[in-house]
Structures are given as structure tokens and as C-alpha cells.
């Protein structure tokens, strides 16, 4: 069967000179966006990434003003680990954020991934179905190119048709069995920040920079990505330098 292409999403890539320059800038432009939402519907939605990469961003977040009883938290994926797992995205995002901030708790949505993938799945699914359109959704990437937990040569729900929620077995980044929004789930979002730093992740971003089908390029909202990089993960890109 053909490779299909991912779909044409417009996508501005932005270089930092070091992942703390990134860092203090994207917390800035979250708590920007935070800021416009709040104003215009009366509450900030946004879904909070995995792995290692944005706790710096959370914990320059928590140190800014915001008017944190109106945000509504949501997760792009959790791993399949018990509750108060230290290597669930929810936990890193609790002591890095969300331990500091008043953000009332019925608004945070945390994945039940203690439940399994599937049970989990399902019911996160009902729960961010009825969410509306996310103002802004954070992510990272893999260095196969995966995102959240939507990893290569899998499907990566982003037909219309498309569940909210995936359940993931068999994933190649440990835990296997982990729970993700689908592509077409995060790509309903006003805004999409991907958040790639490190030498580390050079070869995924370059794949994507030549237009490659990987999962992160399947992510695509109305108005395009953002897709934030420090010097060693561009390495050399052809995007201006900040
Ligand atoms: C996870 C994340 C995953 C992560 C990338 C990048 O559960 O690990 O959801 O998608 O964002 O693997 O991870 P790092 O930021 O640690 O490089």
C-alpha cells in the first residue's frame, strides 16, 4: 500500500539559540495566549505534553501571572503506570506546574491510564469529545518522529472519523501500553506548539523539514503548527534564528 503523504499543514518553524531561551519565550507565549482567551470566551483550555522536554517551560509558567481559575488542563498522552507513577506525564506536570499554581482541580483532566489503555481510552475519549476546540496544544517529538504517543507505522487516528482517544500497545518508548488524543483530536485546537530541543531529535525534525510522513506531520489544525526549536535540533535549518 502507498505511504500516504500527511497532510499539507502550514508549518513555521522557529530556532531559539538554547533550550532556555526557548524555554522563557514559550512560557511567555503561553501565558499570552492564556491571557487572550480568557478575554474573549472566558477560559483557556490547553493540553499539556509529555516526556522531559517542557518541564522547563512549566516551571518557568508557574512563576507568571495568570488568572490560573480560568485554565482547563488536558493531556496529549499518558503512560499505562500506576497513579503517582514519578515517569507519568501527569506526575512530572503536577511537581513542575500544576503543585504551584491555583488552577481549581475539577479542571484538570488527568488520564486514568491506571486503568489500562483501553478502559482508559474510552473514557478520556468521552471526556475531551465534549471539550470544544483546545486554545492551545503543547507537544513534543520523538526522535522517530513520534508524537505524544502516536509513534511511526501505527495508526494515528487523524481521519475525520477518528476516536478522541487511542489506546497504544506495543509502543516502542517505554511503558508500551500508553493512552494518546488522536491527530485529529489535537489538530482541533486554535494553536499547536511543538516543543523539540536537543541534538538528539535532529534527524526526526530534519525528516519533517523535507516534508517525511511522520506522526507529528499529522497534526493538522485549521491554522497550522508551530514548531519551536533550539540550535542543536534545528541544526542549520533554514528558519531564522531568534
Ligand atoms: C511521552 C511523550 C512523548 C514525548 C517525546 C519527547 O510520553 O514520552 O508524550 O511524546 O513528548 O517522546 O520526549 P522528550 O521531551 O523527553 O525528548
Redesign the pocket.
Known amino acids: 500500500m502507498p505511504m500516504r503523504r500527511a497532510a499539507a499543514v502550514t508549518t513555521r518553524w522557529h530556532v531559539y539559540a538554547s533550550a532556555e531561551a526557548l524555554a522563557d519565550r514559550a512560557a511567555q507565549v503561553v501565558i499570552r495566549c492564556a491571557s487572550e482567551a480568557t478575554a474573549q470566551r472566558g477560559a483557556f483550555s490547553l493540553v499539556l505534553?509529555?516526556?522531559?522536554?517542557?518541564?522547563a517551560v512549566y516551571e518557568r509558567l508557574r512563576r507568571l501571572p495568570a488568572d490560573w481559575r480560568r485554565w482547563e488542563v488536558w493531556f496529549?498522552?499518558?503512560?499505562c503506570l500506576p497513579d503517582g507513577d514519578a515517569q507519568r506525564?501527569d506526575v512530572m506536570a503536577h511537581d513542575a506546574l500544576l503543585a504551584h499554581v491555583p488552577i481549581p482541580a475539577q479542571r484538570v483532566h488527568r488520564v486514568p491510564a491506571q486503568d489500562g489503555a483501553k478502559a482508559a481510552a474510552t473514557a478520556y475519549g468521552a471526556a475531551v469529545g465534549a471539550a470544544g476546540r483546545f486554545d492551545l496544544v503543547l507537544?513534543?517529538?520523538?526522535?522517530d518522529g513520534?508524537?505524544?504517543?502516536?509513534f511511526p507505522g501505527r495508526p494515528v487516528g487523524d481521519e475525520p472519523d477518528a476516536a478522541a482517544a487511542l489506546a497504544v500497545g506495543g509502543a516502542p518508548?517505554p511503558p508500551a501500553e500508553?493512552v494518546?488524543l488522536s491527530a485529529r483530536r489535537l489538530a482541533d485546537a486554535r494553536q499547536v506548539m511543538f516543543?523539540?530541543?536537543?541534538r538528539?531529535?535532529t534527524d526526526a525534525v530534519r525528516a519533517w523539514h523535507r516534508g517525511g510522513d511522520i506522526p507529528a506531520a499529522r497534526i493538522a489544525p485549521p491554522g497550522g503548527v508551530d514548531v519551536w526549536l533550539d540550535a542543536p535540533a534545528a541544526d542549520g535549518l533554514c528558519a531564522g534564528r531568534r
Open positions: 505534553a509529555g516526556g522531559s522536554t517542557p518541564r496529549g498522552d499518558e503512560r506525564n507537544l513534543g517529538l520523538g526522535e513520534h508524537t505524544a504517543s502516536l518508548k500508553r494518546s516543543l523539540v530541543t536537543g538528539a531529535k
